[in-house]
T-cell receptor, first 114, second 111 residues
Framework: AQTVTQSQPEMSVQEAETVTLSCTYD???????LFWYKQPPSRQMILVIR??????QNATENRFSVNFQKAAKSFSLKISDSQLGDAAMYFC???????????FGKGTHLIIQP | NAGVTQTPKFQVLKTGQSMTLQCAQD?????MYWYRQDPGMGLRLIYY???????DKGEVPNGYNVSRLNKREFSLRLESAAPSQTSVYFC??????????FGPGTRLTVT
């Protein structure tokens, strides 16, 4: 089974500080994609950032960036200048090159301390 | 542009009752998905449809059936609900190899 592991059930960070959420995955495919989704209390799943496995350059979206280590099968999310609105569950997910569904980790609950 | 819509938003069933969760997308995506989310878990794939006319089992298909009615609509049916099916259900769609877009979810309670 291809799994996604998030080892931090909960993280806490002070507002305006930087926090890194960890994710490791297992896959036998060479063509795959990695995602971070945010789920606020409204339960809506919101895409934060995506990374194609064939790209060496780490993806960046404003205050959000990833550290993609393909050989180590690691895909961490860094949130800079944390804001109160960043408080949510964050899920790491892996998808293949075809139409298969995503495999999700169990999530990390991010708390922002004012 | 509504994206992915799901009905109903909430539902309470008694054990043994049946119901169908409806999902529609207006983004002209080929692939559609049904997931369930239980407390302390990420989303788990129930069924998916790679294209109109095809459906495939995911990780947790037991107790469910699906129908890809047309390119826009993908329904999930519980024939005989069980308490273990109490969960939040998400429908999603995507263009192959890109991110999935999720509906708002349906909270289902089976008593």
């Amino acid at each position: 089974a291809q799994t996604v592991t998030q080892s931090q059930p909960e993280m806490s960070v002070q507002e305006a500080e930087t926090v890194t959420l960890s994710c490791t995955y297992d896959t036998s495919e060479s063509d795959y994609y990695l995602f971070w989704y945010k789920q606020p209390p409204s339960r809506q799943m919101i895409l934060v950032i995506r990374q194609e496995a064939y790209k060496q350059q780490n993806a960046t979206e404003n205050r959000f960036s990833v550290n993609f280590q393909k050989a180590a099968k690691s895909f961490s999310l860094k949130i800079s200048d944390s804001q109160l609105g960043d408080a949510a569950m964050y899920f790491c997910a892996r998808g293949g090159g075809g139409a298969d569904g995503l495999t999700f980790g169990k999530g990390t609950h991010l708390i922002i301390q004012p | 542009n509504a994206g992915v819509t799901q009905t109903p938003k909430f539902q309470v069933l008694k054990t043994g009752q049946s119901m169908t969760l409806q999902c529609a997308q207006d983004m002209n995506h080929n692939s559609m998905y049904w997931y369930r989310q239980d407390p302390g878990m990420g989303l788990r794939l129930i069924y998916y449809s790679a294209s109109e006319g095809t459906t495939d089992k995911g990780e947790v298909p037991n107790g469910y059936n699906v129908s890809r009615l047309n390119k826009r609509e993908f329904s999930l049916r519980l024939e005989s609900a069980a308490p273990s099916q109490t969960s939040v259900y998400f429908c999603a769609s995507r263009v192959t190899s890109y991110e999935q877009y999720f509906g708002p979810g349906t909270r289902l309670t089976v008593t």
